[in-house]
Protein backbone atom coordinates (compact mmCIF):
# COMPACT_ATOMS: atom_id res chain seq x y z
CA UNK A 1 0.00 0.00 0.00
CA UNK A 2 1.13 3.59 -0.96
CA UNK A 3 -0.31 6.75 -0.02
CA UNK A 4 0.02 10.63 -1.94
CA UNK A 5 -0.07 13.38 -0.67
CA UNK A 6 0.25 16.94 -2.81
CA UNK A 7 1.40 20.03 -1.88
CA UNK A 8 -1.24 22.28 -0.92
CA UNK A 9 0.13 26.02 0.29
CA UNK A 10 3.97 26.83 1.29
CA UNK A 11 4.51 29.69 3.31
CA UNK A 12 7.78 31.11 1.75
CA UNK A 13 9.71 32.94 4.04
CA UNK A 14 7.79 32.11 7.31
CA UNK A 15 10.73 33.06 9.39
CA UNK A 16 14.41 34.92 8.79
CA UNK A 17 16.16 32.07 10.01
CA UNK A 18 15.62 28.59 10.26
CA UNK A 19 12.43 27.24 11.72
CA UNK A 20 13.54 24.88 14.26
CA UNK A 21 10.00 23.90 16.11
CA UNK A 22 5.99 24.14 14.89
CA UNK A 23 3.20 23.20 17.30
CA UNK A 24 -0.42 22.45 15.68
CA UNK A 25 -3.90 23.17 17.69
CA UNK A 26 -7.22 22.79 16.16
CA UNK A 27 -7.51 25.38 13.91
CA UNK A 28 -3.72 26.95 14.01
CA UNK A 29 0.41 26.43 13.58
CA UNK A 30 2.66 28.04 15.54
CA UNK A 31 6.57 28.18 14.89
CA UNK A 32 9.96 29.50 16.59
CA UNK A 33 12.94 29.88 15.44
CA UNK A 34 16.29 31.48 15.31
CA UNK A 35 14.38 34.60 15.69
CA UNK A 36 13.17 35.96 18.36
CA UNK A 37 9.56 35.71 16.98
CA UNK A 38 6.61 33.15 17.73
CA UNK A 39 4.54 33.27 14.37
CA UNK A 40 0.58 31.74 14.46
CA UNK A 41 -1.00 30.23 11.25
CA UNK A 42 -4.43 29.82 10.89
CA UNK A 43 -5.12 25.92 9.31
CA UNK A 44 -8.49 26.69 8.62
CA UNK A 45 -8.02 28.53 5.53
CA UNK A 46 -6.32 27.68 2.24
CA UNK A 47 -3.63 29.80 1.89
CA UNK A 48 -3.08 29.38 6.17
CA UNK A 49 -2.69 33.00 6.72
CA UNK A 50 -0.72 35.11 9.51
CA UNK A 51 -2.92 35.49 12.52
CA UNK A 52 -0.44 36.66 15.28
CA UNK A 53 2.82 37.38 14.94
CA UNK A 54 4.44 37.37 18.84
CA UNK A 55 7.32 39.68 18.62
CA UNK A 56 10.01 39.38 21.09
CA UNK A 57 8.55 36.01 22.67
CA UNK A 58 12.03 35.31 22.74
CA UNK A 59 14.83 37.48 22.60
CA UNK A 60 17.54 35.09 21.65
CA UNK A 61 15.30 32.69 18.95
CA UNK A 62 13.07 29.65 20.35
CA UNK A 63 14.17 26.21 19.69
CA UNK A 64 11.13 24.25 20.86
CA UNK A 65 7.10 25.26 21.08
CA UNK A 66 4.91 22.72 21.85
CA UNK A 67 1.12 22.56 22.29
CA UNK A 68 -1.14 20.90 24.41
CA UNK A 69 -3.37 18.26 23.32
CA UNK A 70 -6.49 20.13 23.69
CA UNK A 71 -5.18 23.50 22.39
CA UNK A 72 -5.91 25.66 25.41
CA UNK A 73 -1.73 25.71 26.28
CA UNK A 74 1.69 26.36 24.31
CA UNK A 75 4.84 26.31 26.11
CA UNK A 76 8.04 27.72 24.42
CA UNK A 77 11.94 27.57 25.09
CA UNK A 78 14.14 30.22 24.26
CA UNK A 79 17.76 29.78 23.38
CA UNK A 80 18.45 31.70 26.58
CA UNK A 81 17.10 29.28 28.69
CA UNK A 82 13.73 31.29 29.30
CA UNK A 83 10.55 28.70 29.31
CA UNK A 84 7.38 30.83 28.47
CA UNK A 85 3.57 29.37 28.94
CA UNK A 86 0.77 30.82 26.31
CA UNK A 87 -2.73 30.50 26.84
CA UNK A 88 -5.22 32.10 24.70
CA UNK A 89 -7.27 35.96 25.64
CA UNK A 90 -10.92 36.42 25.08
CA UNK A 91 -9.66 38.49 21.85
CA UNK A 92 -8.45 34.32 20.35
CA UNK A 93 -4.90 36.12 20.61
CA UNK A 94 -2.00 34.37 22.36
CA UNK A 95 -0.55 36.02 25.54
CA UNK A 96 2.07 35.25 28.45
CA UNK A 97 0.93 33.22 31.11
CA UNK A 98 4.05 33.10 33.09
CA UNK A 99 7.49 31.53 32.97
CA UNK A 100 9.14 28.17 34.21
CA UNK A 101 12.16 27.98 35.96
CA UNK A 102 14.89 26.03 37.45
CA UNK A 103 13.65 26.55 41.08
CA UNK A 104 10.94 25.32 43.11
CA UNK A 105 8.70 28.05 44.62
CA UNK A 106 10.65 26.62 48.12
CA UNK A 107 13.98 27.45 46.47
CA UNK A 108 13.07 31.22 45.28
CA UNK A 109 10.80 34.30 46.03
CA UNK A 110 8.50 34.75 43.59
CA UNK A 111 8.35 38.03 41.55
CA UNK A 112 4.90 39.00 39.93
CA UNK A 113 4.84 41.07 37.02
CA UNK A 114 2.55 42.88 34.73
CA UNK A 115 2.51 41.38 31.25
CA UNK A 116 -0.26 42.13 29.20
CA UNK A 117 -3.64 41.27 30.15
CA UNK A 118 -2.35 37.86 32.46
CA UNK A 119 -0.33 38.15 35.59
CA UNK A 120 2.92 36.54 35.03
CA UNK A 121 4.98 34.87 37.83
CA UNK A 122 8.62 34.60 37.25
CA UNK A 123 11.04 33.54 40.02
CA UNK A 124 14.31 35.15 40.43
CA UNK A 125 16.93 33.29 39.84
CA UNK A 126 16.09 32.26 36.04
CA UNK A 127 17.57 29.27 34.04
CA UNK A 128 20.96 29.29 32.15
CA UNK A 129 21.34 28.44 28.33
CA UNK A 130 20.74 24.79 28.18
CA UNK A 131 19.04 23.95 31.89
CA UNK A 132 15.72 23.67 30.07
CA UNK A 133 15.96 21.96 26.32
CA UNK A 134 13.56 19.88 24.70
CA UNK A 135 9.73 20.06 26.22
CA UNK A 136 6.53 18.47 26.51
CA UNK A 137 2.91 19.02 27.56
CA UNK A 138 0.30 16.99 29.03
CA UNK A 139 -3.19 16.47 26.94
CA UNK A 140 -4.77 19.56 29.43
CA UNK A 141 -1.22 21.39 29.58
CA UNK A 142 -1.25 20.67 33.42
CA UNK A 143 2.19 19.21 33.26
CA UNK A 144 4.95 20.40 31.56
CA UNK A 145 8.26 18.31 31.26
CA UNK A 146 11.85 19.52 30.11
CA UNK A 147 15.39 18.01 29.65
CA UNK A 148 18.31 19.12 30.59
CA UNK A 149 22.12 19.13 29.65
CA UNK A 150 22.91 17.56 32.28
CA UNK A 151 20.37 14.59 31.77
CA UNK A 152 18.07 15.59 34.27
CA UNK A 153 14.44 15.49 33.91
CA UNK A 154 12.32 17.98 35.31
CA UNK A 155 8.02 18.04 35.63
CA UNK A 156 6.43 20.83 36.48
CA UNK A 157 2.78 21.39 37.26
CA UNK A 158 1.71 24.81 34.93
CA UNK A 159 -1.17 25.59 37.61
CA UNK A 160 -0.06 25.04 40.75
CA UNK A 161 2.10 28.07 41.26
CA UNK A 162 4.53 26.30 38.40
CA UNK A 163 6.22 24.20 40.74
CA UNK A 164 8.31 21.21 39.90
CA UNK A 165 7.02 17.94 41.06
CA UNK A 166 9.61 15.21 39.77
CA UNK A 167 13.18 15.39 38.78
CA UNK A 168 14.14 12.34 37.44
CA UNK A 169 18.21 11.19 37.00
CA UNK A 170 19.81 9.42 33.80
CA UNK A 171 23.09 8.48 33.16
CA UNK A 172 24.34 12.27 32.57
CA UNK A 173 24.00 12.57 28.75
CA UNK A 174 22.06 15.57 27.37
CA UNK A 175 18.49 15.41 26.78
CA UNK A 176 17.39 16.33 23.13
CA UNK A 177 13.82 14.92 23.47
CA UNK A 178 10.77 14.32 25.81
CA UNK A 179 7.84 13.45 25.39
CA UNK A 180 4.52 12.78 27.74
CA UNK A 181 1.91 10.31 26.87
CA UNK A 182 -1.47 11.03 26.31
CA UNK A 183 -3.05 9.63 29.55
CA UNK A 184 -0.07 11.38 31.50
CA UNK A 185 1.16 8.18 32.97
CA UNK A 186 4.43 8.05 31.66
CA UNK A 187 7.06 10.12 30.20
CA UNK A 188 9.96 9.29 27.76
CA UNK A 189 13.50 10.79 27.00
CA UNK A 190 16.17 10.57 24.29
CA UNK A 191 19.68 11.42 24.73
CA UNK A 192 22.68 12.37 23.17
CA UNK A 193 24.53 8.94 24.26
CA UNK A 194 21.55 7.01 22.48
CA UNK A 195 19.99 6.48 25.97
CA UNK A 196 16.00 6.30 25.96
CA UNK A 197 14.22 5.93 28.93
CA UNK A 198 10.30 6.00 30.47
CA UNK A 199 9.62 7.26 33.57
CA UNK A 200 6.43 6.02 35.44
CA UNK A 201 4.96 9.57 37.02
CA UNK A 202 2.74 8.06 39.04
CA UNK A 203 5.30 6.00 41.60
CA UNK A 204 8.33 8.80 40.35
CA UNK A 205 10.27 5.93 39.15
CA UNK A 206 12.01 4.55 36.43
CA UNK A 207 10.26 2.27 34.05
CA UNK A 208 12.53 1.03 31.48
CA UNK A 209 16.07 1.98 30.08
CA UNK A 210 15.97 1.04 26.42
CA UNK A 211 18.36 -0.83 24.11
CA UNK A 212 18.99 -0.72 20.51
CA UNK A 213 19.80 3.01 19.83
CA UNK A 214 23.89 3.77 20.41
CA UNK A 215 23.76 7.27 18.48
CA UNK A 216 21.75 10.57 19.64
CA UNK A 217 18.26 10.28 19.74
CA UNK A 218 16.87 13.53 18.69
CA UNK A 219 12.99 12.66 18.45
CA UNK A 220 10.89 10.64 20.42
CA UNK A 221 6.82 9.79 21.05
CA UNK A 222 4.30 8.07 22.05
CA UNK A 223 1.44 6.50 20.01
CA UNK A 224 -2.22 7.94 21.04
CA UNK A 225 -3.06 5.30 22.16
CA UNK A 226 0.29 4.85 24.69
CA UNK A 227 1.13 0.94 23.48
CA UNK A 228 4.32 1.81 21.48
CA UNK A 229 7.06 4.44 22.13
CA UNK A 230 8.66 5.61 18.23
CA UNK A 231 12.29 6.82 19.22
CA UNK A 232 15.10 8.44 15.96
CA UNK A 233 17.95 10.45 15.45
CA UNK A 234 21.60 9.90 14.10
CA UNK A 235 21.15 6.00 13.58
CA UNK A 236 19.21 6.64 10.64
CA UNK A 237 16.43 4.31 12.11
CA UNK A 238 13.14 4.29 14.01
CA UNK A 239 12.77 2.21 17.19
CA UNK A 240 9.04 0.65 17.63
CA UNK A 241 8.98 -0.16 21.79
CA UNK A 242 6.50 -1.65 23.44
CA UNK A 243 5.67 0.22 26.51
CA UNK A 244 4.30 -2.18 28.60
CA UNK A 245 7.43 -4.47 28.19
CA UNK A 246 10.29 -2.00 27.20
CA UNK A 247 10.68 -4.21 24.87
CA UNK A 248 11.94 -3.56 20.98
CA UNK A 249 9.27 -4.65 18.64
CA UNK A 250 10.62 -2.90 15.05
CA UNK A 251 12.96 -1.21 13.24
CA UNK A 252 11.81 1.09 10.59
CA UNK A 253 14.58 1.71 7.81
CA UNK A 254 14.31 3.82 4.94
CA UNK A 255 15.96 7.48 5.93
CA UNK A 256 19.66 8.08 4.61
CA UNK A 257 20.02 10.91 6.79
CA UNK A 258 19.63 11.69 10.56
CA UNK A 259 15.68 12.00 11.58
CA UNK A 260 14.90 15.22 13.59
CA UNK A 261 11.55 14.86 13.90
CA UNK A 262 8.46 12.59 14.66
CA UNK A 263 4.49 12.54 14.74
CA UNK A 264 2.00 9.90 15.18
CA UNK A 265 -1.37 10.17 13.28
CA UNK A 266 -4.37 10.50 15.47
CA UNK A 267 -5.77 6.65 15.28
CA UNK A 268 -1.83 5.75 15.60
CA UNK A 269 -1.99 4.27 12.29
CA UNK A 270 0.56 6.00 10.73
CA UNK A 271 3.80 7.82 11.65
CA UNK A 272 5.34 11.02 10.13
CA UNK A 273 9.32 11.85 10.15
CA UNK A 274 11.18 14.06 9.21
CA UNK A 275 15.05 14.29 8.16
CA UNK A 276 18.20 16.33 8.38
CA UNK A 277 18.47 15.75 4.03
CA UNK A 278 14.76 17.36 3.69
CA UNK A 279 12.84 14.21 3.59
CA UNK A 280 9.65 13.49 5.18
CA UNK A 281 8.20 10.10 5.40
CA UNK A 282 5.09 8.17 6.00
CA UNK A 283 4.77 4.96 7.54
CA UNK A 284 1.99 2.14 8.00
CA UNK A 285 2.52 1.12 11.73
CA UNK A 286 0.42 -2.36 10.18
CA UNK A 287 2.50 -2.93 7.67
CA UNK A 288 5.81 -1.50 8.80
CA UNK A 289 6.71 0.03 6.03
CA UNK A 290 7.12 3.47 4.66
CA UNK A 291 4.26 3.98 2.02
CA UNK A 292 5.13 7.67 0.84
CA UNK A 293 7.85 10.01 0.57
CA UNK A 294 7.98 13.98 -0.01
CA UNK A 295 11.07 16.14 -0.86
CA UNK A 296 10.31 19.83 -0.51
CA UNK A 297 13.94 21.19 0.06
CA UNK A 298 17.23 19.36 0.70
CA UNK A 299 17.73 21.25 3.61
CA UNK A 300 16.82 19.99 7.31
CA UNK A 301 13.55 19.29 8.13
CA UNK A 302 13.40 20.33 11.86
CA UNK A 303 10.14 19.91 12.71
CA UNK A 304 6.87 17.50 11.25
CA UNK A 305 3.66 17.36 12.55
CA UNK A 306 0.37 15.95 11.58
CA UNK A 307 -2.52 18.42 11.27
CA UNK A 308 -6.32 17.78 12.05
CA UNK A 309 -8.04 16.04 9.91
CA UNK A 310 -10.64 17.15 7.50
CA UNK A 311 -13.21 14.85 6.43
CA UNK A 312 -11.52 11.57 5.54
CA UNK A 313 -8.76 13.48 4.69
CA UNK A 314 -4.88 13.59 6.33
CA UNK A 315 -2.24 16.35 5.95
CA UNK A 316 0.70 17.24 7.40
CA UNK A 317 3.06 20.26 7.90
CA UNK A 318 7.07 20.42 7.71
CA UNK A 319 9.65 23.33 8.18
CA UNK A 320 12.96 23.44 8.37
CA UNK A 321 16.07 25.26 7.22
CA UNK A 322 14.51 26.55 4.15
CA UNK A 323 12.47 28.91 6.66
CA UNK A 324 9.31 27.87 5.05
CA UNK A 325 6.02 26.01 6.26
CA UNK A 326 4.55 23.35 3.70
CA UNK A 327 1.74 22.24 4.12
CA UNK A 328 0.45 18.57 2.14
CA UNK A 329 -2.71 16.88 1.80
CA UNK A 330 -3.67 13.56 1.22
CA UNK A 331 -4.61 12.98 -2.68
CA UNK A 332 -7.72 11.06 -1.75
CA UNK A 333 -10.54 11.71 0.80
CA UNK A 334 -13.61 13.92 1.38
Known amino acids: MSKQYLTTHTVDGAHPTDIFSIAVTSMQILSGSGSSALKVHSTTEPDFPLSQSINGAHKLGCHHVVASQDGGKVASVGFGGEVKVWVMDSQKQWVEDGQIVGATLSEAPVIT ?3 GAPIAKVLT ?3 KAG ?3 AIALSQDGQYLASTTYNGRINV ?3 IANREKIREYETKGSF ?7 VDGRFTACGHENGGVYIFNNDTGRMLYSLLGLVKPVRTIAFSPGGKLLAAAGDSKIIALYDVSSG ?3 ANLTGHSSWILSLDWSDTGEFLLSGAFDGKAKVWSID ?3 C ?9 ALWSVKWLPKTGRSEGFATAGANRSISFYREATGG
Open 113 to 115: LKC
Open 125 to 127: DGN
Open 131 to 133: EAW
Open 156 to 158: WDT
Open 175 to 181: GLCIHLS
Open 247 to 249: EQV
Open 287 to 289: QRT
Open 291 to 299: VATHTETDK
